[in-house]
Nanobody, 116 residues
Framework: QVQLVESGGGLVQPGGSLRLSCAAS????????MSWYRQAPGKEREWIVA????????NYRDSVKGRFTISRDNAKNTVYLQMNSLKPEDTAVYYC?????????WGQGTQVTVSS
């Protein structure tokens, strides 16, 4: 079965950096694009960035463009999100998932809190 385990979140000051990881299993990882999403308190989950299965194409939400970088290691079935210049409005639970997906499963996410 599909399993997604996000990690790397934490508390960071504005302007700081974090690197999130997502370990995936249960599906042919390199055949799927992968996305990161986030859900802030009281808001709906939103897509923020995606990477193609071969890692050669990426697409970013405007609000994170130039600050966040997605990458993947298909040998490790892992996708990463490097987040720089973090802002308080980046505070959210961050999730990864495959695209397009035939499952409704989501991992537990990892909490990112940006605060001084």
């Amino acid at each position: 079965q599909v399993q997604l385990v996000e990690s790397g979140g934490g508390l960071v000051q504005p302007g700081g950096s974090l690197r999130l990881s997502c370990a995936a299993s249960g599906f042919p990882f390199s055949s799927y694009a992968m996305s990161w999403y986030r859900q802030a308190p009281g808001k709906e989950r939103e897509w923020i960035v995606a990477i193609a299965g071969d890692g050669r194409g990426t697409n970013y939400r405007d609000s994170v463009k130039g600050r966040f970088t997605i990458s993947r290691d298909n040998a490790k079935n892992t996708v990463y999100l490097q987040m720089n210049s973090l802002k308080p409005e980046d505070t959210a639970v961050y999730y990864c998932n495959g695209e397009p997906r035939s499952w409704t499963y989501w991992g537990q996410g990892t909490q990112v809190t940006v605060s001084s």
